[in-house]
T-cell receptor, first 108, second 116 residues
């Protein structure tokens, strides 16, 4: 089976940096993805790591360590609009299995 | 280019009624996924198709649930009969193809289903 663990809630200050961790257990691991979902909206793709290391896309970066079954999403220069839920998801024997999500609240 | 289209956006029905949710994937995408999202269980994959063929329906909770994809531009998820515990947001998503492209899925706006 597959399981993912990520914090349920994180609060950070506007302009700061926040890291959302994700640990996983899975068979047939291909990679780790991150999705963002605003309240009432649909999940939207942020990033994908198939290999170890850091992937950077603007203010967002994502990291993967396959040996540690661990990854994180790093959000820099936080803005109020970044308040949302963030999901890690693993692909393996099934296309995508999502974690329960981390609700990020950005405060002034 | 239009994204994934779902209808209806909201559905309120009574227990025992049949519910049909509809999805039009992004043109050219070969894979289609149906998800259910609830507070308790999170985002769950129900079934997915490649080239209109169902590949894995192990996430379908019961025989009351069925899904079809008669052509590349249309899919339905049917619940018959519906029960209050089916209340959730149902998302349809598509991706260009199989393999690594599964990682970047494009989600529709969802259908919020309430079964009374």
């Amino acid at each position: 089976g597959q399981s993912l663990e990520q914090p349920s809630e994180v609060t950070a200050v506007e302009g700061a940096i926040v890291q959302i961790n994700c640990t996983y257990q899975t068979s047939g691991f291909y990679g780790l993805s991150w999705y963002q979902q605003h309240d009432g909206g649909a999940p939207t793709f942020l990033s994908y790591n198939g290999l170890d290391g850091l992937e950077e896309t603007g203010r967002f970066s994502s990291f993967l360590s396959r040996s540690d079954s661990y990854g994180y999403l790093l959000l820099q220069e936080l803005q109020m609009k970044d308040s949302a839920s963030y999901f890690c998801a693993v692909s393996g024997n099934t296309p995508l299995v999502f974690g329960k999500g981390t609700r990020l609240s950005v405060i002034a | 280019d239009a994204g994934v289209i779902q209808s209806p956006r909201h559905e309120v029905t009574e227990m025992g009624q049949e519910v049909t949710l509809r999805c039009k994937p992004i043109s050219g995408h070969n894979s289609l996924f149906w998800y259910r999202q609830t507070m308790m269980r999170g985002l769950e994959l129900l079934i997915y198709f490649n080239n209109n063929v169902p590949i894995d329906d192990s996430g379908m909770p019961e025989d009351r649930f069925s899904a079809k994809m008669p052509n590349a531009s249309f899919s339905t998820l049917k619940i018959q009969p519906s029960e209050p515990r089916d209340s959730a947001v149902y998302f349809c998503a598509s991706s260009p193809g199989g393999g690594s492209s599964y990682n970047e899925q494009f989600f529709g706006p969802g259908t919020r289903l309430t079964v009374l």
